[in-house]
Antibody, heavy 120, light 114 residues
Framework: QLQLQESGPGLVNPSEILSLTCTVSGGSLSSSRSYGGWIRQPPGKGLEWIGSIHYSGITYYHPPLKSRVTISLDTSKNRFSLNLTSVTAADTAVYYC????????????WGQGTLVTVSS | QSALTQPASVSGSPGQSITISCTGTSSDVGGYDYVSWYQHHPGKVPKLIIYDVSNRPSGVSNRFSGSKSGNTASLTISGLQAEDEADYYCTSYSTSVILSTLGLFGGGTKLTVL
């Protein structure tokens, strides 16, 4: 069973880059033939898929965020990362990493989530 | 405004059944059997309870069931229990011209167990 853990700064300045890492344990994206995805939830609002990376390295992004998002994979360290550029207060949210086995929104394993606040 | 429409809230008494709807279009809910439902207790991690419209992951109670008719998917919870009180989100694969995406979420429904 996979375990996921997000890490990264809890506070980011407006216009800067939000960077988070998801470390996978109990297996790997490759061994489980999975995608690693990022989902966020702004305070008081619903869930939003940000993007996913296949264990082969192919990436998929939610169109409204595509111009600002990069997801990368570090197989040697068993982790994948999220970079979100030009952040504003609207990007303040709890960010979750999760895995899914097919190109469908079936997110089976989740990290605990990390709150990122965009503020100066 | 979310692309998938869910009621903001539903309520029911212990032991009763409730149904939460999730309405989309023929480019998402109606066009594919890739609707999932998540249970989210505030402060906790979302939990997948239904995938591919009507399938339950291992370990999920059979009190949860999913279905779809046309462009509307539904989640039914039978034999309501206090622990079912949570937010519920639907999501669907979408290939609409406006928003082609892996995961189009609904706005969420708050279930209150009276």
């Amino acid at each position: 069973q996979l375990q996921l853990q997000e890490s990264g700064p809890g506070l980011v300045n407006p216009s800067e880059i939000l960077s988070l890492t998801c470390t996978v344990s109990g297996g790997s994206l490759s061994s489980s033939r999975s995608y690693g995805g990022w989902i966020r939830q702004p305070p008081g609002k619903g869930l939003e898929w940000i993007g996913s990376i296949h264990y082969s390295g192919i990436t998929y992004y939610h169109p409204p965020l595509k111009s600002r998002v990069t997801i990368s994979l570090d197989t040697s360290k068993n982790r994948f990362s999220l970079n979100l550029t030009s952040v504003t207060a609207a990007d303040t949210a709890v960010y979750y990493c999760a895995t899914h086995k097919r190109f469908t929104p079936n997110f089976d394993y989740w990290g605990q989530g990390t709150l990122v606040t965009v503020s100066s | 405004q979310s692309a998938l429409t869910q009621p903001a809230s539903v309520s029911g008494s212990p032991g009763q059944s409730i149904t939460i709807s999730c309405t989309g279009t023929s480019s998402d809910v109606g066009g594919y059997d890739y609707v999932s439902w998540y249970q989210h207790h505030p402060g906790k991690v979302p939990k997948l309870i239904i995938y591919d419209v009507s399938n339950r992951p291992s370990g999920v109670s059979n009190r949860f069931s999913g279905s779809k008719s046309g462009n509307t998917a539904s989640l039914t919870i039978s034999g309501l229990q206090a622990e079912d009180e949570a937010d519920y989100y639907c999501t669907s694969y979408s290939t609409s011209v406006i928003l082609s995406t892996l995961g189009l979420f609904g706005g969420g429904t708050k279930l209150t167990v009276l």
